[in-house]
């Protein structure tokens, strides 16, 4: 079995060598949002402003405040999703207010699939669904390139088959 050079799978010794997600995902997110804030705007300043008159249009800023802070959440939380291969397991960390760290063990894995919606596609994105015997440790790493994520997923299920093989 080869598993390539520390650069190449992301192991160093028993220090994990984090990656973050490419900024395609952030990309997609924010213009959803804009989208979606855009509707709501026009909605919300459009609609009051036609039946109960022209000062009731100022609602339409509030669909475009909170897309505002929706931008910036949108930045923190891509910025706090990263992953790392070890020699065992594969970690997976993410949250701003609630740091999540998932531990998933590649002996434990039952099937990693590689996804992508027809938005993620359009921006070049696919996301790995990892699954395990025990719903709780399944995990999922969204956005990734899909060679990455092909990689990745290929990877994942030689060290699976690996480690089960001794189970």
């Given at each position: 079995m080869e598993t390539g050079s520390p650069e190449e799978t992301g192991v160093a010794?028993?220090?994990?060598?984090?990656?973050?997600?490419?900024?395609?995902?952030?990309?997609?997110?924010r213009l959803l949002l804009m989208t979606w804030t855009g509707v709501l705007s026009?909605?919300?300043?459009?609609?009051?402003?036609?039946?109960?008159?022209?000062?009731?249009?100022?609602?339409?800023?509030l669909p475009l405040a909170l897309g505002g802070w929706g931008w910036r959440l949108l930045g923190r939380n891509w910025r706090s999703w990263r992953y790392a291969e070890r020699a065992d397991d594969l970690l997976i960390s993410r949250g701003v207010l609630w740091r999540e760290e998932t531990v998933v063990p590649y002996g434990r894995m039952q099937l990693v699939e590689v996804t992508s919606?027809?938005?993620?596609?359009?921006?070049?994105l696919a996301s790995?669904?990892?699954?395990?015997?025990?719903?709780?440790?399944?995990a999922a790493i969204p956005g990734l390139d899909p060679a990455e994520a092909e990689r990745l997923r290929d990877r994942l299920t030689e060290l699976g088959?690996?480690?089960?093989?001794?189970?």
């Open positions: 010794g028993d220090e994990p060598v984090w990656r973050g997600l490419p900024s395609g995902l952030l990309r997609m997110r026009l909605a919300a300043g459009l609609l009051p402003g036609l039946l109960a008159g022209p000062a009731w249009a100022a609602f339409a800023l919606g027809p938005v993620e596609r359009y921006f070049g790995v669904q990892l699954h395990t015997a025990a719903a709780a440790t399944d088959e690996a480690r089960s093989a001794g189970l």
